[in-house]
């Protein structure tokens, strides 16, 4: 089985920072795309943003120049810095791996089970 631990999350006021983390452990042959979601309160989830195995970005433009995603293929986890955060960022984040299990050809996604930010006025 494939699981997707988040960490990080938290209240903080406008301006500030927070750093979010997910680690996916379990039984894979490798991990594909790797993004972070976000769902704010009475909003459809949207993707925040994306990292592939060679290091590729993207981000919705909302959060470009302020997020940033990386990735430890080594330690098989995916970080999202966000800065100058705002209260519009409140929203609970979900980070998604799209893994290759053992025995498979191609690739599942699975979700973590997501951590609350609230930013603050």
């Known amino acids: 089985q494939v699981q997707l631990v988040e960490s990080g999350g938290g209240l903080v006021q406008a301006g500030g920072s927070l750093r979010l983390s997910c680690e996916v452990s379990?039984?894979?042959?490798?991990?594909?795309?790797m993004s972070w979601y976000r769902q704010g309160p009475g909003k459809q989830r949207e993707l925040v943003a994306t990292?592939?195995?060679?290091?590729?970005?993207t981000y919705t433009d909302s959060v470009k120049e302020r997020f940033s995603i990386a990735r430890d293929g080594a330690k098989n986890t995916v970080s999202l810095l966000m800065n100058s955060l705002k209260p519009e960022d409140t929203a609970v984040y979900y980070c998604?791996?799209?893994?290759?299990?053992?025995?498979?050809?191609?690739?599942?996604?699975?979700w973590g089970q997501g951590t609350q930010v609230t930013v603050s006025s």
């Open positions: 998604s791996a799209d893994v290759v299990r053992i025995g498979l050809i191609y690739w599942e996604r699975f």
């Open positions: 990292i592939t195995s060679g290091g590729t970005t």
């Open positions: 379990g039984s894979f042959r490798s991990i594909n795309v």
